[in-house]
Each structure stands twice: as structure tokens, then as C-alpha cells.
């Protein structure tokens, strides 16, 4: 890159944030550029489109906005850019308060955090300039300045809409320190930071008692107070309540419901006239978007309470369930883990795709459609059409649904029982069973859940590794196909050994531990069986292979798994139609010669390379496999 460039570019751009001019500069700027001057819903709306919309296999809008960092939310998220759009517009919606209502550890928190961070970035592009009165506490549009009388010509010939009354502070200076000289008043650029607490507010109540209404609005200045003399004046007031402060972009009201009725009623005033009352002063204008969130039990109290109607109508509600879609949850847990910093640790192929599975289940309801179990509808959802479901039949399983996705296990869950299985010490690589456990495990310590339900999730554990079983058995088939020749000659060479035992009645060598053993009939016969060979034919069909040996070596060749047109049938047949066996014999640690272990570590290398796998995890599969291949 070239840094002085860059640099350069750098200078410019902070100059650009840090301009600084009067309103009659500023208002040169607003009528080349009128969206510096577009009211809160409407800039978060422009924001969102900005960012991109493309349209889902469902012929869903997915905004780009949220698709990085949010998965398998569409739906609450359409609800909410349409809050957005409405709101843009200027309809009555914008005064409702935005209420996020879903599960812990639904998203809710990043959904609001991604807004407030984009406003951040949004209000340092030209698209998102924003304006305000240099001094003035609430980051006033300076549009407010021009009197009533003058805003219709304003409207008309320039297209500005203005709304909103100067606040007292603002009344104050214009008149003492600026002489009434409106277009003398200094302005800046707008740029949005929490941090600063510019534009961006976040409110948590905390003990009722003792939490001041001034957290909210604001509240008398004691260090100014003396020297002004009387309370109503503003001079003495400080506007630097979490509403004030969040004037022309977002106020987070973490909890809402949570929160004591004095502070919701500031809440109503705002709403219905967006306006802040606040102690002495009259109404002052603010134009910003509440968003807040809250869960189904104090939602349904909240709704329960006469009391609270008013407030009720105020609110637009968007439901924020679990996401129900094992592909999304998937993201979901790479984001999370990404994010953290167990970087050298390996996570095997199918270990996040296990642990979305289980937390899918338990945020399923049960369907009363014939044949429609959890684990088929989790796999409709996910996008895979189930025998005689397709995905069209989605939509008519989602109308079943009373409240799905609205309880179950939570993302965060689960990523902290991963985490403290990847941080066990010397851990290097955590498989799917590993996260199964931890996730069992972490059962008993999870104080929210019933007794029943505990029972209901050991459930879905196991049903999670039924899934993983079939997933690892394939696996390995797959890893062992690539090398045909290989498997051949090893199962031959298996049968062979145990043939001739057989045929001798003697016994076979184990090559490590050189224990005797008898010759494998299952083994034998799984061949075998793949050529119609009976029970009563077996005896003779080994004997003529044990023939066809010793004359090929009277001729000084050996036997190889195509010398035997029916035998060589049998093998591949045996390979092609269910690797099974060849698997079992291969991962069975019982014995290995020399020829197994090369074959092992060929697959091994094989899951390395090509399939995601550490040494670590790719023996362990092997290992699981042979286990289960042995049962
Ligand atoms: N659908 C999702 N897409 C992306 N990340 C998600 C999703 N759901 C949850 N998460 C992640 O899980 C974690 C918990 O989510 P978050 O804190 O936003 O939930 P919440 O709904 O605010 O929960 P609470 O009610 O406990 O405050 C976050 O790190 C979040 O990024
Ligand atoms: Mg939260
Ligand atoms: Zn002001
Ligand atoms: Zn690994």
C-alpha cells in the first residue's frame, strides 16, 4: 500500500469530520446536500439500505447491514428495517419504541449494538454527514434555528423538512451571546460516538430507588446553579441525560420493562409527542430512535398490567427467537470463537455442526404431521428435503408452531461449554463427542432448566450423536474409497490368512502380540455372503481358494485379489456396497500389520489434507469408527 497516500487520504477525511462553520455555511451544505439534515429513523434506514439487500432462496430481502454478524434472524429483521422504512417516511410509527422481545442470548444485544456501531461508522461518510449546533449540549439539527414564520418558503424552495424547536440552552445563547444573529451561530460536523456520548445513549435501570430520573433527562447543574441564580435557567440545567444526549440517532434502553414506571412515563411523554419533559423547562423537541429489549415472561407481565396500556400502544414489538437453522447456528459459533481467542486449538470437522444440532433440537416444537420428527423437521429448516417433505411444506409446519425458537438452548451456552473443553489443559483439538460431553456436563450446572427438561436434552444429546455416528461412519468410507487397490489387497490378504487357518485348523497369528486366535468366521462369511455362498458351500469354495494358491506358487507367483475372478467379485462388492467391514478391520488397534497401519496412515493423511482434520482428531475418528463398527 502506499502509506503516504493513505496518510493523506487520512488528514482529509478528519478534516472533512472536523469542519466547523456558521449556520449560513451550513445551510449552503444542507441545500446541495439535503440528507444532512434527515431525521433519526430516516439516517438508520439509509444506513441499512446502504450496506446492500440481497434476496434469499426463499425470495427473502437479506440486508447485508446485519448478514455478517446476525444468521437465521431474517424475519425479525425484515420487522425491523419495515420499522425503519416506515419510520423514514415520517409515519406515526417513528414515535413507538422499538422492542425487541426473545430468549437470552437470542441476539437481541447485537442487533441494537450493530446499529449503534453503524451509525458510528455511517455518520463519518458523506452519505451519513450529519450537522449540529456547535454548543449546543443535544447535538441540535441547526435547522431548528430558522423561526417558524420562515420554515414553509424553507420547505418549499429548497425541499429542507424542518421539525423540532430549539432546546432552552440553544433559545439562550442565540439570544445573549449570538444578538439574535442566526446565521452567525457556529455549527459542526456531526459524528456519532457512544463513547462520547454523542448521539448514542444507553440507559440500564439499576435499583429503582436509588436511580435518578436525571440518568434520563437530565437534571440541575450545582456547580452553575450559584452563580446564575435561579433553577429555570438553562444555564443551570444540564441536558446530559441518556435522552438528551441521544438526540438524532439511538437510545438503548437495556431491560426496559425491568425498569420503574417513573422512568417508562418519561418514555410515553417522549413517544407521543417526542418530546422530553424535563424539570422546569417546557417540552424539549428530540428526535431519536428508542430501541429496547426485554424477555417473554416480563413481556407477558408487562401486558398483564392495566397500567401499563398507554405505554403498550407506544410500542412496536418485534419478536427475536433462537435461530432454527443448524447451518446458521454453525456461524453463529465460528463467529463467537473467531472472536475469542482460542485460536490454536483445533475444532474437528463436525464439531460445531453436533453442537448446532443439539441446540436446534431443544428450540423445536414437535409437529403432529404423520412421520415428521424433530430431527426431520431440523433438517427441512436447515434447507434438505426429507423423504416425502419437501421444502415447500416448511411454511405449513411453521403455522403449527405456537412459540418455537422462543425457548431451548441459548448460543452462548453453548459456546461457553466449548470453551471450557478447549481450555482444558493440553487440549489441542476438541471432536464432536468431546463438545457432546461438554455439553452434557454443563446440564447439571445450568440452573434455568427443569428436571424435565434435563431428561428432554440428554435426549437430544444422544440424538445429536446418532447424527454424528452416520456422519462419521461416511467419513471414513469416503477417506477409504480413494484407495481401492489398497482395501482390496487388505481384506484379501485378511481372508486369505484366516482361509488357511481355517482349511488347517490351525490358529492365527495376532502380529503384535503374537497371541493365537482363531480364524474370523464373520469376517470369512461377510465375503463370502456378497457371492451367494452358502453355509454348506463355504468349505469347499475355501479349499479350491486355498488350491488356486498353492498352484500359483508352484509357478512361483502370488496369489493377488484379482486371481480369483469369484473372489475378486466378492471383495469388491464387499468394498463397493459397504465399506463397513473393511473399516473395522483397518481401525480395529487389535491387529495391525503391517499392512493396515500403512493403509491407516494413507487415511489419515487423507482426513488431513483434504477433509479438515488434525492428526489428533483424524486418528480419533478412526479410532470412534472402528469402535463403532465393532459393537
Ligand atoms: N442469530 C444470531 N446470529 C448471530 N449471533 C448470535 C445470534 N444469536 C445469538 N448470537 C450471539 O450470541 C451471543 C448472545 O447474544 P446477545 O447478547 O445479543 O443476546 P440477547 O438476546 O441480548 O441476550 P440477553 O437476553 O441475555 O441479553 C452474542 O455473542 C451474539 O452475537
Ligand atoms: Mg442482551
Ligand atoms: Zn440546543
Ligand atoms: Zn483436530
Redesign the pocket.
Known sequence: MDLVKRLEEYRDRERNLGWEGTFAQYFEIATRQPSVAQLSHERIYNMILAAGVETTRLGEPRYTFFSH?????EKPLQQIVEYFHSSAQRLEVRKRILL?M??????????V?LLKRGLETYSRADAGAGYVIKECPMNEEPLHLIPPDLRPDVEKEFGLYIEGELCPQCRWLLENKYDGKIEDVPVRRMVFSEKNRWGIGTFTPSDPKSQDIAELVGGIDLSTIGEVGVESDPRAYRFDGELNIANRGVMEFVEMLKTDEKFLYVLLTLSQEQNIKTGRFAMIYADEVVIS?T?ENEYASFVGNRKSEALQDRIILVK?P??LRVS?EV??YE??LGQSALTDVHIAPYTLRIASIFAVLTRLEQSKKAGMSLMKKLKLYDGEDVEEYKQKDIRELQEETVREGMDGI???YV?NRLSSALVRERVTCINPIDALRALRDGLDQHTSISRDEREEYLNFINEARKEYDDMARKEVQRAFVYSFEESARTLLNNYLDNVEAYCNKTKIKDPITEEDMDPDEHLMRSIEEQIGITDNAKKAFREEILIRISSLARRGQTFAYTSHERLKEAIEKKLFADLRDVVKITTSTKTPDAEQLKRTNEVVSRLISDHGYCPVCANELLRYVGSLLNR
Open positions: 454478524d446476525i444468521f437465521g434472524l425487541l426473545g430468549p437470552v442470548g437470542g441476539g437481541k444485544s447485537t442487533i449494538h429489549h424477555n427475536v433462537y435461530n446458521d456461524k453463529i463467529k463467537l441459548s448460543p452462548r459456546i
